[in-house]
């Protein structure tokens, strides 16, 4: 792990250019970005574009590896990040709440009895030899390129009502139903019976303000029972 690292820092200037001109370069600043990745084995696992569009309107574009910080931390950094930012802009010392080192945590990690983990662990997923997949039609291309896609599913007031009801009548929290309906969803298109995925660390205090990757995915085995008359699929 290195102590220091000094961070990648692209400055552009495109006030000449036109606010069409300006969306296009940075589309094509972000296709590319986005293709470029990063070397694991070299600090730091992100890097900046600062883009000046006018006189006092600059655009940031902020490029991190998973690895480094999650959604747990992104708002915390922000956080000390824009309170930085205000008092440079008023000329003042920042105040930054107290932050706990990592170190601690790893210090705790150490303490765990890891035999103990693994025995637990074992005994939980047996009976799986591989990671569930999802066995889906791809669409054939002649071109291969990698790329991602997103959707976004907004619910209803009346149905998120009713999750939240349910939550509460099968003493649930909606994280739960959520997890209930992934593995449903996992069962469904792997065609398995028993299915595991990975959530995240469910033990980390909400008080708590490290910003890093607290991104340790526990295997999470789900038995999925068969479709049935009372309850059908």
């Given at each position: 792990?290195?102590?220091?690292a ?10 000449a ?18 293709f ?22 600059y ?12 959604g747990w ?12 930012y205000?008092?440079?802009?008023q ?9 706990r ?42 071109v ?6 997103k ?25 739960t ?26 033990d ?5 303000r490290?910003?890093s ?20 699929g």
């Amino acid at each position: 792990m290195s102590r220091t690292a000094e961070i990648p820092v692209i400055s552009v200037d495109w006030q000449a250019d036109s606010v069409e001109e300006q969306q296009a370069k940075l589309a094509e600043y972000l296709k590319t970005d986005r293709f470029q990745g990063f070397t694991l084995s070299q600090a730091p696992l992100l890097r900046l574009l600062l883009c000046q569009l006018s006189e006092d309107h600059y655009q940031v574009v902020w490029t991190y590896h998973h690895l480094l910080l999650d959604g747990w931390s992104i708002p915390l950094l922000l956080k000390d990040l824009f309170a930085c930012y205000q008092a440079t802009d008023q000329q003042r010392q920042p105040v930054l709440g107290k932050v706990r080192s990592y170190q601690d945590y790893i210090l705790w990690l150490q303490q765990q009895d890891m035999a103990k983990a693994e025995a637990f662990w074992r005994e939980k997923l047996s009976g799986f030899m591989a990671p569930t997949s999802i066995a889906v039609e791809k669409a054939q291309s002649a071109v291969r390129e990698v790329s991602y896609g997103k959707c976004q599913l907004e619910l209803s007031e009346e149905v998120t009502q009713g999750l939240q009801r349910l939550g509460r009548q099968q003493q649930l929290t909606l994280n739960t139903l959520v997890q209930g309906a992934w593995a449903i969803l996992l069962s469904r298109y792997s065609g398995e019976s028993d299915v595991v995925f990975g959530p995240r660390s469910p033990d980390v205090p909400r008080r708590c303000r490290i910003s890093s990757a607290w991104l340790v995915s526990l295997s999470t085995p789900c038995p999925c029972a068969p479709a049935s008359p009372d309850h059908p699929g």
